[in-house]
Structures are given as structure tokens and as C-alpha cells.
């Protein structure tokens, strides 16, 4: 079990987690790829430094689960991201780790973080793959940023259609019911993984929010 406030310290750190590959690493791997790819060792030093100590080892434990969400999106953004179809695969780099680490009751935290991301990147996923938006992701990925008007407000008004809207609505519930219900546990690995999940609505939020915008 865990307190209340450090339960909620992991949720907030989860958030933040799920949130620093969209603000910080995207931008760094669409012009330095590889440095992107070799900070993920910096990543793993770190946990497993934080994990030595019994003060930082749940901060440690997170770090680790980040880590392979970072190497995911180090590998697909940076050589892959014209493809959609292996956005999924390689975002599930770390399961068999994690799977693994599970059977073994380790690093519960860090790992039901990595399970709530890749959730949360699954029911994206499938929201692009029900509403057609592939290949508008496809034209996206090889245009410059600048060029990329167009393409999001024709996407824009696929999502606006009442399929996309009922689909939207449907996985949207999904995604708050997975992250809602484990909270009332009240346990530190489930507060990383409901953290992960929620954040997956803010962040497609503030995606289809600058989609409107452009």
C-alpha cells in the first residue's frame, strides 16, 4: 500500500513522464536521432543508480519503465515515423522485459507505467486505424512542419465526421474507466499506471487542440 500523497507523486511523476516525449523528446529526435537512442543508456544509469537507494528507489523504478517508452520513440521517430504500421511494434520493444520483471514481483512500478503508455498508444492506434487517418499520419511524416496545415485539417475533418466523433467518445470512456478504477487500490504501481493512461487523453487533447488551431 502507499500513502495517499506519495501515491499521488507518482501519479503527477507519471504524467510528466508521458508528457516529456511529446514536449522534449520529438523535437530532439527529428533533428538528433541518435543522440535521442543513446540517452535511453543515460536513462537506465539513472534508475538503477536511484534504485540503489531506499529514499529514491520508487523514483528509480518509474525511470526504468520510462526508459523503454524513451528507446521506443527514439527507434520510430527517429527512422521509422513514416510507417504507422510499425508505431505499435515498436512502442512494445520493452513487454517481454516487462512481462518478465512482472512474474518476478519487480519493478512493479516502472513496468505498470511502461503497460498504462503502451495502452494508451494502443487505443490511439486504433482510433487512427477506425477513422482512416493513416495516411494523412504517412503525408505528415514527409512534409516539413510548416507544410503540415493541410494535411492536419483534412484529418481534422475525418475526426469530425460522426464516426470519428462516436469513436472518439467510445475509446475516450475506455481509456478513463482503465485509468480511473485502478486508483482505488491506493497502490503505487497502480497510481503510475492510471497516471499513464489519463495522460494519454491530455496529450491526444492538446494534439487534436493544435490540429484546430493550425
Known sequence: ???????????????????????????????LPLLSFVLTGFWIWLSFRLMSN?????????????????LAGSIYWGWLRWEPLWHLPVESIGLPFACWALMRNWGKVGNWFYFGSLLGTALTDVYFYLVD??????????????????????????????????????????????????????????YAFSGAVLSTI???SLFLLAAIAS
Open 1 to 31: 500500500m502507499a500513502s495517499s500523497f506519495q501515491g499521488w507523486l507518482v501519479f503527477g511523476a507519471a504524467v510528466f513522464l508521458v508528457s516529456v516525449p511529446v514536449f522534449i523528446e520529438a523535437p530532439l529526435v527529428r533533428s
Open 54 to 70: 531506499s529514499a529514491t528507489y520508487v523514483w528509480g523504478d518509474l525511470l526504468l519503465g520510462f526508459s523503454w517508452s524513451w
Open 133 to 190: 487517418l493513416m495516411p494523412y499520419w504517412r503525408q505528415i511524416m514527409r512534409v516539413e512542419p510548416a507544410l503540415a496545415s493541410p494535411i492536419l485539417h483534412s484529418a481534422l475533418v475525418q475526426v469530425q465526421t460522426p464516426w470519428g466523433e462516436a469513436w472518439a467518445l467510445i475509446l475516450g470512456v475506455l481509456l478513463l474507466i482503465a485509468g480511473v478504477l485502478p486508483l482505488i487500490k491506493k497502490q503505487r504501481h497502480w
Open 202 to 204: 491530455l496529450v491526444d
